[in-house]
T-cell receptor, first 117, second 107 residues
Framework: GAVVSQHPSWVICKSGTSVKIECRSLDFQATTMFWYRQFPKQSLMLMATSNEGSKATYEQGVEKDKFLINHASLTLSTLTVTSAHPEDSSFYIC?????????????FGPGTRLTVL | RKEVEQDPGPFNVPEGATVAFNCTYSNSASQSFFWYRQDCRKEPKLLMSVYSSGNEDGRFTAQLNRASQYISLLIRDSKLSDSATYLCVVQGNDMRFGAGTRLTVKP
């Protein structure tokens, strides 16, 4: 089946620093990727939709200037958490559909666990 | 009201038991429905899609009732390896997750 990777798998950083998380589709091209956040014991929450060659679309309540998304190629989307604070500590997961349609099955990356001290 | 609601759980069952999870959704325009399994500190993995006619995959049976906006997952003959959180996922113009139901299967 389709494979999506994420890097890094975990990161610890000091408050105020920026953290970049990469999401790659390894064996297919993804014109669209999705970024989620999951706090402990809570459901996955969609943060934004990453679109190759155009601006990302953000869910209500997600600050686009804080969570910068760049979909530079058909296999790579990056999420940068700028000026991270302890409340940004979470599990960040990306997903991609093989067909580019939101209604298609999503393949998830393994996630990145961010801890901000 | 949450867009996707699941049994809060947790469910603690002995090996061999049959367990059922329920899920309701609020958006009647939703088009696709899935059950995902998420192990602790891991990403969700697709367990099965849910069709109106109902579908079965080994010990797992999924049902969809569009009129009642209700989805279910039945696990028969539970195994220790079934212990995980089960997420109900509803797709329309976007993708919405339920909070998940934690299942622990005990020896």
């Amino acid at each position: 089946g389709a494979v999506v990777s994420q890097h890094p798998s975990w990161v610890i950083c000091k408050s105020g620093t920026s953290v970049k998380i990469e999401c790659r589709s390894l064996d297919f091209q993804a014109t669209t990727m999705f970024w989620y956040r999951q706090f402990p014991k809570q459901s996955l929450m969609l943060m934004a939709t990453s679109n190759e060659g155009s601006k990302a679309t953000y869910e209500q309540g997600v600050e686009k200037d804080k969570f910068l998304i760049n979909h530079a190629s058909l296999t790579l989307s990056t999420l940068t958490v700028t000026s991270a604070h302890p409340e940004d500590s979470s599990f960040y997961i990306c997903s991609a559909p093989t067909s580019g349609s939101y209604t298609d099955t999503q393949y998830f990356g393994p996630g990145t666990r961010l801890t901000v001290l | 009201r949450k867009e996707v609601e699941q049994d809060p759980g947790p469910f603690n069952v002995p090996e061999g038991a049959t367990v059922a999870f329920n899920c309701t959704y609020s958006n009647s325009a939703s088009q696709s429905f899935f059950w995902y399994r998420q192990d602790c500190r891991k990403e969700p993995k697709l367990l099965m899609s849910v069709y109106s006619s109902g579908n079965e995959d080994g010990r797992f049976t999924a049902q969809l009732n569009r009129a009642s906006q209700y989805i279910s997952l039945l696990i028969r003959d539970s195994k220790l390896s079934d212990s995980a959180t089960y997420l109900c996922v509803v797709q329309g113009n976007d993708m919405r997750f339920g909070a998940g139901t934690r299942l622990t299967v005990k020896p």
